[in-house]
């Protein structure tokens, strides 16, 4: 697999924001506007324990698509496009594909198509997140199987990689009363290196004794409305903090990553707050 110096990394995120679709009308432009303007977020993801080899991995994340509307699936497949230009090596997705069964059933082939089309050579990995198991987890597992990502539901995988090896860790969605640690991490001895998928951040409370090298989630849509410096006013509805709403945080020992999602679900809108693809470069943890 390839590595990224540090100016290829640079010049490959100098367009960071992908054009929104056109629509009519002033106040639809601009509510459309701070909707679809994906973000491309890059980060130098600290993993714990990573293997010299494995340092300059590219890795991208989607989160909480909330595909429940046409303009949902378009803003999706713009999120596809912009993972195909940067070609990552892996591919994160971290929950909450649809709101309810009702849109499930409207978009789930088309969900399915625009993922098909992602390719990355150490494969697609994803975990289901709390609206997963209330619209249908089994009707989302096979839709996912069959655009060829591999659903982690606590379990985990191994990838060998320049004769190093990572292991992937999926653990079920927390609010749904899925998420089984012990059962993810089964296997794996504290020496392993592991990327842990989750779709709450608050999920660490209970993997935190089994030392993750770092933990990708979603779920919190990043406040939805930001303000500078005082950040979201929704009040923090995470154990762990308001501060893990977003971005990349230090838990303890390790780092937890959070995307700020794709779709718009529950407010409508964002504001300060676009929508985001994780664009991470693996490197060694220090500390």
């Given at each position: 697999?390839?590595?990224?110096?540090?100016?290829?990394?640079?010049?490959?995120n100098a367009e960071n924001h992908a054009r929104p679709p056109r629509s009519s009308g002033a106040a639809r432009s601009v509510w459309r506007w701070m909707n679809d303007r994906i973000e491309v977020t890059a980060v130098n993801l600290p993993v714990r324990g990573l293997p010299p080899?494995?340092?300059?991995?590219?890795?991208?994340?989607?989160?909480?698509?909330?595909?429940d509307s046409l303009e949902d699936l378009e803003r999706?497949?713009?999120?596809?496009?912009?993972?195909?230009?940067?070609?990552?090596?892996?591919?994160?997705?971290?929950?909450?594909?649809?709101?309810?069964?009702?849109?499930?059933?409207?978009?789930?082939?088309?969900?399915?198509?625009?993922?098909?089309?992602?390719?990355?050579p150490?494969?697609?990995?994803?975990?289901?997140?709390?609206h997963d198991?209330?619209?249908?987890?089994?009707?989302?597992?096979?839709?996912?199987?069959?655009?060829?990502?591999?659903?982690?539901?606590?379990?985990?995988?191994p990838i060998e990689v320049r004769r190093s090896r990572i292991h992937i860790v999926g653990i079920g969605d927390l609010w749904s009363r899925r998420a089984q640690p012990w059962r993810a991490f089964r296997g794996l001895g504290p020496g392993d290196c592991t990327i842990v998928l989750v779709h709450n951040p608050d999920t660490v409370i209970y993997a935190r004794h089994l030392a993750p090298g770092v933990v990708v989630s979603g779920h919190t849509h990043g406040g939805m409305i930001r303000f500078p410096i005082y950040g979201s006013p929704i009040r923090s509805y995470l154990r762990i903090g308001r501060k893990f709403y977003s971005g990349?945080?230090?838990y303890r020992d390790f780092y937890i990553y959070t995307n700020r999602g794709l779709g718009t679900f529950p407010l409508g809108v964002r504001v300060n707050c676009p929508p985001?693809?994780?664009?991470?470069k693996l490197v060694a943890a220090s500390g």
């Amino acid at each position: 697999m390839r590595t990224l110096s540090m100016d290829s990394w640079k010049a490959r995120n100098a367009e960071n924001h992908a054009r929104p679709p056109r629509s009519s009308g002033a106040a639809r432009s601009v509510w459309r506007w701070m909707n679809d303007r994906i973000e491309v977020t890059a980060v130098n993801l600290p993993v714990r324990g990573l293997p010299p080899r494995c340092a300059g991995l590219v890795a991208c994340q989607l989160s909480d698509l909330h595909v429940d509307s046409l303009e949902d699936l378009e803003r999706l497949k713009n999120a596809v496009s912009i993972i195909k230009e940067r070609r990552p090596d892996l591919v994160f997705l971290t929950g909450d594909y649809f709101t309810a069964a009702g849109s499930m059933v409207s978009y789930l082939g088309e969900v399915c198509r625009a993922l098909k089309e992602i390719q990355s050579p150490l494969g697609l990995y994803a975990v289901t997140g709390n609206h997963d198991h209330a619209a249908s987890f089994w009707a989302i597992q096979r839709a996912l199987a069959e655009a060829g990502v591999r659903l982690l539901e606590n379990r985990n995988h191994p990838i060998e990689v320049r004769r190093s090896r990572i292991h992937i860790v999926g653990i079920g969605d927390l609010w749904s009363r899925r998420a089984q640690p012990w059962r993810a991490f089964r296997g794996l001895g504290p020496g392993d290196c592991t990327i842990v998928l989750v779709h709450n951040p608050d999920t660490v409370i209970y993997a935190r004794h089994l030392a993750p090298g770092v933990v990708v989630s979603g779920h919190t849509h990043g406040g939805m409305i930001r303000f500078p410096i005082y950040g979201s006013p929704i009040r923090s509805y995470l154990r762990i903090g308001r501060k893990f709403y977003s971005g990349l945080n230090r838990y303890r020992d390790f780092y937890i990553y959070t995307n700020r999602g794709l779709g718009t679900f529950p407010l409508g809108v964002r504001v300060n707050c676009p929508p985001e693809v994780s664009m991470f470069k693996l490197v060694a943890a220090s500390g």
